[in-house]
């Protein structure tokens, strides 16, 4: 059963929404503030988080940073129509999607459902010829000491430390596990690192390769992980394992 967290300060609008989604088979949690969500998820596991933008005290732009940073979990922002500043700032904070209040109830089912196949199925981006088998692994793929959960969406080092993997980042690492020891062109990748809403282009995939290097320890003046093909793009030069 998808397990979700809604947090938002309407108690009508909680139930009204807890009613719809365990008529569809989802399981619905609900928070009125920031301090809730906190106490929820650290008694739950939860697969998605919607999260309102108005909210009392901690806004739901904070508590956007604050989930992406610590957690690996896919967030979907409920933001006031017409309100395209929040909608940005979420996107650009790490959050997988946003939709509009009021919303169809049918809309917020479908979007919950679309973000989690794109987190699940990040795993095969590019399955096909020349991609390795692991890339085509439903579990963790383990490179060069790292463990990536693509299910969970957490990197964990060698020394079993987790590093905070923003949406963007983990879109890019995804694509780039599973075209391991193949060259991808910038135009590639904003293909392969898109998603609804986000607006990808070849200045944001330099951006994420950098961050993902600074990640991953990779050296900036000579990469040996993520390492630059002069005029053809990106070359993710480790083996994958599962």
């Known amino acids: 059963m998808i397990r979700c967290l809604l947090v938002d300060d309407d108690l009508d609008i909680r139930l009204a929404v807890q009613a719809y989604l365990e008529r569809y088979g989802l399981r619905l949690r609900t928070a009125e503030d920031g301090a809730a969500m906190r106490r929820a998820l650290g008694e739950e596991r939860f697969d998605l988080l919607l999260l309102d933008v108005m909210l009392p005290g901690e806004d739901g732009l904070e508590l956007c940073r604050e989930v992406v940073q610590s957690t690996a979990l896919p967030v979907i922002m409920l933001t006031a129509q017409g ?52 890339a085509d692994a439903a579990g963790p793929l383990r490179f060069e000491g790292w463990c990536f959960d693509r299910l969970r ?55 994420g390769v950098s961050r993902l290097r600074q990640k991953l320890g990779d050296s900036p003046r000579e990469p040996a992980l993520i390492r630059t093909v002069r005029g053809e793009g990106y070359l993710f030069d480790a083996q994958v394992s599962a």
């Open 83 to 134: 309100d395209p500043v929040s909608r940005v700032l979420g996107l650009e904070l790490g959050a997988d999607d946003y939709i509009s209040k009021p919303f169809e109830p049918r809309e917020l089912i479908a979007r919950i459902h679309a973000v989690l196949r794109r987190s699940r199925r990040a795993q095969g981006a590019g399955a096909g010829a020349g991609v390795p088998a692991a």
């Open 153 to 207: 969406r957490e990197l964990v080092s060698a020394g079993g430390v987790t590093v905070s993997l923003s949406a963007a980042e983990f879109r890019l690492l995804s694509a780039f596990v599973a075209h391991a020891g193949r060259v991808l062109a910038r135009e590639r990748l904003v293909e392969l690192a898109g998603a609804p809403g986000v607006e990808v282009n070849e200045r944001s995939i330099d951006l």
